[in-house]
């Protein structure tokens, strides 16, 4: 069992920075395939960005590649994403999602994937 909180949200003109952290409870978050989803209003919750138990790899959504990193520190049992450049249609909550076995790259973007949830963080972009 493992209990994530989300972090970090807040309201950001566009063309800003924010940084998400992901806080996980556990001594086994090394052992974790981690991933961030965000949902708007009227929409369907969607993938946005995963990460290896050991970071060496990584998967993003079309919609952020070259502008979010995520990355995750084991030793501190946290995992991050980085937003740059930030445009009003990512304007969100943001979750953030842990299962504890790696997973297929054809299926990191399914959120039935993922077995632990966030509250979540709400992320307001301006334009």
């Known amino acids: 069992q493992v209990q994530l909180v989300e972090s970090g949200g807040g309201l950001v003109q566009a063309g800003g920075s924010l940084r998400l952290s992901c806080a996980a409870s556990g001594r086994t978050f090394s052992s974790y395939t981690m991933g961030w989803f965000r949902q708007a209003p009227g929409k369907e919750r969607e993938f946005v960005a995963a990460i290896t138990w050991s970071g060496g790899s990584t998967y993003y959504a079309d919609s952020v590649k070259g502008r979010f990193t995520i990355s995750r520190d084991n030793a501190k049992n946290t995992v991050y994403l980085q937003m740059n450049s930030l445009k009003p249609e990512d304007t969100a909550v943001y979750y953030c999602?842990?299962?504890?076995?790696?997973?297929?790259?054809?299926?990191?973007?399914?959120?039935?994937?993922?077995?632990?949830w966030g509250q979540g963080t709400q992320v307001t972009v301006s334009s």
């Open positions: 999602a842990a299962v504890r076995r790696p997973i297929h790259s054809i299926v990191v973007a399914a959120s039935r994937e993922y077995d632990y």
